[in-house]
């Protein structure tokens, strides 16, 4: 169950906190290809992706 919980979860610095997300201009090139990466997972495993929410 817990692999399969994670392999439908997508964990995105870029959808946090603004005070968490990368400084400098490498730690920002790599959000393309991390969102690409997530995008070809999701087509290769046949199911959608999802981030988390925070519980309420």
Not at 6 to 14: G, K, L, N, T, V
Not at 40 to 56: D, L, T, V, Y
Request: glycine content about 8%; charged content about 25%.
């Amino acid at each position: 169950r817990v692999q399969a919980v994670d392999e439908e979860m997508r964990f995105s610095i870029w959808t946090g906190l603004a005070s968490h997300k990368p400084l400098g201009n490498i730690n920002r090139a790599r959000n393309a290809p991390y969102r690409h990466s997530a995008e070809f997972r999701q087509r290769f495993n046949g199911c959608p992706i999802h981030e988390p929410s925070a519980g309420r």
